[in-house]
């Protein structure tokens, strides 16, 4: 069975310090994983997504994960945050047979960006 | 391109009756769609799976009777929630698979509140 644990359900930054939402991952075969974005009353945006080529994924927005297997982890960073930047991000992982379809995501962590 | 467009985006109806909510994917080809539910302030939990042409697979839990899959086409996946209550509020969200590893594209939701 596969799952995902996102540490922290809420992460607090100023506007312009560094955004990290760590993830965790539980998979018994090689895992597809993303990053997903919701604002309010939305459906979700896709961030980025780790389907085996580079570990070091770059996504919109000036996204951008690292897997790393070792660690069983795809945490999500971004250098310098913005006010737009505020939202529920979800990590989640699927396993290969379902191309990325059927997704298995973690509790979210609230992004709040603080002037 | 992959856009996945839901209908209607918020519904409001009375206990008993029953209300169709539409899942489509505008410019691309989905053999596979996924239906979602997210109660507030949590994460998305998969309901079910969409197969175009054969019936849903429904995830443990879920009442099949209560909540209606049909995937008429290639583009056109409908959940319809029968008989609904108060309990059954709360936001759906579809998403349409790419094949070839893509990930899934999602709808912009629908909040349906049973009064």
């Known amino acids: 069975a596969q799952s995902v644990t996102q540490l922290g359900s809420h992460v607090s930054v100023s506007e312009g310090a560094l955004v990290l939402l760590r993830c965790n991952y539980s998979?018994?075969?090689?895992?597809?994983l993303f990053w997903y974005v919701q604002y309010p009353n939305q459906g979700l945006q896709l961030l980025l997504k780790y389907t085996s080529a580079a570990t070091l994924v770059k996504g919109i927005n000036g996204f951008e994960a690292e897997f790393k297997k070792s660690e069983t982890s795809f945490h999500l960073t971004k250098p310098s945050a913005h006010m737009s930047d505020a939202a529920e991000y979800f990590c989640?992982?699927?396993?290969?047979?379902?191309?990325?379809?059927?997704?298995?995501f973690g509790q979210g962590t609230e992004l709040s960006v603080k002037p | 391109g992959a856009v996945v467009s839901q209908h209607p985006s918020w519904v409001i109806c009375k206990s008993g009756t029953s209300v169709k909510i539409e899942c489509r994917s505008l410019d691309f080809q989905a053999t596979t769609m996924f239906w979602y539910r997210q109660f507030p302030k949590q994460s998305l939990m998969l309901m079910a799976t969409?197969?175009?042409?054969?019936?849903?697979?429904?995830e443990q839990g879920v009442e099949k009777d209560k909540f209606l899959i049909n995937h008429a086409s290639l583009t056109l996946s409908t959940l319809t929630v029968t008989s609904a209550h108060p309990e059954d509020s709360s936001f759906y969200i579809c998403?349409?698979?790419?094949?070839?590893?893509?990930?899934?594209?999602f709808g912009q939701g629908t909040r349906l509140t049973v009064v």
């Open positions: 969409s197969n175009e042409g054969s019936k849903a697979t429904y």
């Open positions: 998979s018994s075969v090689p895992p597809y």
């Open positions: 989640a992982v699927s396993d290969r047979s379902n191309q990325g379809g059927k997704l298995i």
């Open positions: 998403s349409a698979r790419m094949s070839g590893g893509g990930g899934a594209f």
